[in-house]
């Protein structure tokens, strides 16, 4: 079982930058892929980035390559995702999420975040 809870999100102007936490509880997480996805009004949950547990592999959606970064801290039970050059597009409610295998697909994960909102204003 693992519980996770997200933090960091808040308001900002375009172009500028924050760092969503993803706190992980059990024992387990070291071994779980982590996955950034978001959801804005009115449209589908998607992913935005995800992450082995071994971080030897990161994948990112096309519309946030070259401006997001994923990454965890193993021994902190933490992963992190840092976010730069923020466009009002953006704009949604983030979820970090945990499985065992993890996968592009919301699907892919069993454990889920409450989520923390980003807005970014133009």
């Known amino acids: ?3 996770l809870v997200e933090s960091g999100g808040g308001s900002v102007q375009a ?3 924050l760092t969503l936490s993803c706190a992980a509880s059990g024992r387990t997480f070291t071994s779980y892929a982590v996955g950034w996805f978001r959801q804005a009004p009115g449209k589908e949950r998607e992913i935005v980035a995800a992450i082995t547990w071994s971080s030897n592999y990161t994948y ?3 519309s946030v390559k070259g401006r997001f970064t994923i990454s965890r801290n193993n021994a902190k039970n933490t992963g992190y995702l ?5 466009k009002p597009e953006d704009t949604a409610v983030y ?4 499985d065992p295998s993890g996968g592009p697909g919301s699907h892919d994960y069993d454990y ?3 989520g923390t909102q ?3 204003s133009s």
Do not use: K
């Open 1 to 3: 079982q693992v519980q």
């Open 15 to 17: 172009g500028g930058s």
């Open 60 to 62: 990112y959606a096309d």
């Open 82 to 86: 840092q976010m730069n050059s923020l």
């Open 95 to 98: 979820y970090c999420a945990a």
């Open 112 to 114: 889920w975040g409450q």
């Open 118 to 120: 980003v807005t970014v």
